[in-house]
């Protein structure tokens, strides 16, 4: 099976090198790794040192588009890229590259179609008591939202399956972590959890440091998400109709991407490395 690892990176000059470094070489049941860098508009010397760093492929974006914008991309551009299994992890060296053999192996195993590294939020001693009671009431609201057993909602340590990473479309432009997880409970697929270690931080969380409040986001997100579900459950008929319709839609779409995408594996001995060139 073929993995691609995705970072989205956006001024990770200093810590890029950490991470590639502790990608490991081999992975039971894969038989292909590379990586891909996202540049998310970084006014450093990002992208020199992914390419110092001999990464696989990069792809740039203009200028900063967010992290969900950027993990979009980085799922669009993996599954052109042929990759049967997708791993997202931060290029802040926040988790451990050690563990990707962990949450790779139930989607080989064929137990899972996602999963998602937890964290263990309440036992993180640099982690504050509000920033575990938000995470807590976080992965609260998302379980209500998408029906669905994830531990660590916010967590970005992930793994996704070619047919899972086919059936997202993230559209908000912060954070795709949560609306990743309901679209993927409202799609039937199967999300596991499994624990992890994480590195003592290297810097202060960027998400903080841009905005104070801004962190709250995902809470409302979610909690509003909860609102209008239950307004579309008060609705009944026309919230089915519309819930119906809106399941079509994500089904057209998805079939649309997979030809596409076939397409390009049809073509792929003529663009096999030259999809993303790395300047």
């Not at 802040?92 to 996602?114: F, L, M, R, T």
Request: proline share 5%; glycine share 6%; net charge neutral.
């Amino acid at each position: 099976m073929h993995l691609i690892i995705q970072i989205p990176a956006y001024n990770e000059a200093k810590t890029l090198p950490t991470v590639l470094a502790d990608i490991p070489q081999a992975i039971p049941g894969i038989t292909r790794i590379e990586v891909l860098i996202i540049d998310d508009g970084s006014t450093d010397d990002t992208v020199a040192v992914a390419e110092a760093c001999n990464v696989d492929y990069i792809v740039q974006h203009p200028y900063n588009c967010g992290l969900a914008t950027a993990f979009q991309t980085g799922l669009n551009a993996a599954l052109r890229l042929h990759a049967d299994i997708i791993v997202n992890t931060d290029a802040d060296n926040q988790y451990p590259a050690s563990e990707i053999p962990k949450i790779v192996a139930p989607i080989v195993e064929g137990k899972a179609d996602i999963v998602i590294g937890d964290r263990q939020t309440q036992a993180i001693e640099h982690f504050s008591g509000t920033k575990r009671f938000l995470q807590r009431l976080g992965s609260w609201v998302v379980r209500l939202a998408s029906d669905t057993k994830v531990l660590d909602a916010t967590s970005g340590f992930r793994a996704f399956s070619r047919d899972a990473a086919m059936r997202l479309n993230i559209l908000t432009k912060y954070t795709y972590t949560l609306e990743s997880i309901i679209q993927a409970g409202k799609k039937g697929l199967t999300i596991t959890s499994v624990p992890i270690n994480i590195n003592p931080p290297l810097r202060q969380s960027r998400l903080v440091l841009d905005s104070p409040t801004r962190f709250l986001q995902s809470v409302i997100v979610g909690s509003m998400l909860i609102i209008v579900g239950f307004l579309i459950f008060m609705l009944g008929i026309i919230g089915d109709l519309i819930a119906a319709n809106r399941l079509l839609i994500e089904e057209m779409f998805y079939h649309t991407k997979r030809i596409e995408l076939n397409q390009d594996i049809s073509n792929q001995a003529k663009t096999r490395n030259s999809i993303f060139p790395k300047h």
